[in-house]
């Protein structure tokens, strides 16, 4: 296996390569037996870093939630990998209208569901997919913990929370003694800059965050592989690449990469990649 050089996930203990795969293809645009060899490739180039989530893929027609984690699950049955990768998932999107936000009772529900699926009996990342301010943080942060303390749980992260509850959630978890989040999981790339560098960055280096951020290329925009309408429809996500991308903004952006991978022999999705992982405070862009 390829060995690439590790990050600290945060202050954890958890050792990831500078890339994570994001698993929510896994039952969507791709079938069990396509994500299968996708893994078993993943792992064998040292890319072991899989975040999923308890929702995927529930967007899909016939589809209720759990896909993709029940096709991980299924993959880590069949080879036994278990110890080679880093296993990361989520709760707190909805799923239905009993089955969302992070209250305490549902967290211990979701997270029992999540590691039957997932056919282990622990998760390194357990993720908040999204603030929920129906819930006390205290109440929220003190079920993480716990769960931390049985060892179904190594680390805890928060995707989508806003620069002020990130940091009210860190200051919860100093003043109560809680596990604290280790891992902020933001929208970030070339196009969209502007929400976590205008505070989550601060907050994130401040307190030693690692962050994985996601839409790395924005929709697959960032790769080059959608430049006109007609490109863009040959895609599942292609409607929405033409309606946030492909725009005079988007393609000034696309030419600047193309101009910088042409002088260095490399990609656009490469020279993308490249500059979020030398950003402060990026450590594993989800691809």
């Known amino acids: 296996m390829s060995q690439l050089a590790s990050r600290q996930?945060?202050?954890?203990?958890?050792?990831?390569?500078?890339?994570?795969?994001?698993?929510?293809?896994f039952g969507w645009t791709i079938d069990q037996a396509t994500s299968f060899s996708l893994l078993?490739?993943?792992?064998?180039?040292?890319?072991?870093?899989?975040?999923?989530?308890?929702?995927?893929?529930?967007w899909v027609p016939g589809n209720k939630?759990?896909?993709?984690?029940?096709?991980?699950?299924?993959?880590?049955?069949?080879?036994?990998?278990?110890?080679?990768?880093?296993?990361?998932?989520?709760?707190?999107m909805e799923l239905s209208p009993q089955k969302t936000g992070l209250a305490p009772a549902y967290i211990r529900q979701a997270v029992e569901d999540s590691l039957?699926?997932?056919?282990?009996?622990?998760?390194?990342?357990?993720?908040?997919?999204?603030?929920?301010?129906?819930?006390p943080l205290?109440?929220?942060?003190?079920?993480?913990?716990?769960?931390?303390?049985?060892?179904?749980?190594?680390?805890?992260?928060?995707s989508n929370y806003s620069a002020e509850r990130l940091s009210e959630a860190l200051k919860?978890?100093?003043?109560?003694?809680?596990?604290?989040?280790?891992?902020?999981?933001?929208?970030?790339?070339?196009?969209?800059?502007?929400?976590?560098?205008?505070?989550?960055?601060?907050?994130?280096?401040?307190?030693?965050?690692?962050?994985?951020?996601?839409?790395?290329l924005a929709s697959?925009?960032?790769s080059g592989k959608y430049r006109t309408p007609q490109d863009a429809s040959k895609s599942k996500r292609g409607d929405g690449v033409?309606?946030?991308?492909l725009n005079p903004r988007g393609l000034t952006i696309l030419a600047a990469l193309d101009q910088i991978a042409a002088a260095r022999d490399a990609t656009p999705t490469q020279v993308a990649l490249a500059w979020q992982i030398a950003r402060p405070g990026i450590t594993a862009p989800i691809v």
């Not at 078993?40 to 529930?58: H, M, N, P, R």
């Not at 039957?116 to 819930?135: E, K, S």
Request: glycine share 10%; proline share 2%.
């Open 9 to 25: 996930l945060g202050r954890s203990q958890i050792q990831v390569p500078p890339l994570t795969f994001g698993g929510n293809v």
């Open 40 to 58: 078993d490739a993943l792992v064998e180039k040292g890319l072991f870093f899989i975040d999923t989530a308890d929702v995927y893929s529930a």
């Open 65 to 92: 939630g759990g896909e993709s984690e029940t096709i991980i699950g299924n993959w880590l049955k069949k080879t036994g990998k278990r110890d080679q990768i880093v296993l990361a998932t989520k709760v707190g």
């Open 116 to 135: 039957r699926r997932l056919q282990t009996d622990y998760i390194d990342l357990y993720q908040a997919h999204r603030d929920d301010q129906d819930t």
């Open 138 to 158: 205290a109440e929220t942060l003190a079920t993480f913990d716990a769960l931390v303390k049985e060892g179904k749980v190594r680390a805890i992260g928060a």
């Open 172 to 216: 919860v978890s100093e003043q109560h003694n809680l596990t604290r989040y280790e891992t902020l999981q933001p929208e970030y790339n070339l196009y969209d800059r502007s929400e976590y560098e205008s505070g989550l960055e601060q907050v994130a280096i401040e307190h030693g965050l690692g962050v994985i951020n996601y839409y790395s």
């Open 220 to 222: 697959g925009f960032l």
């Open 242 to 245: 033409v309606k946030q991308y």
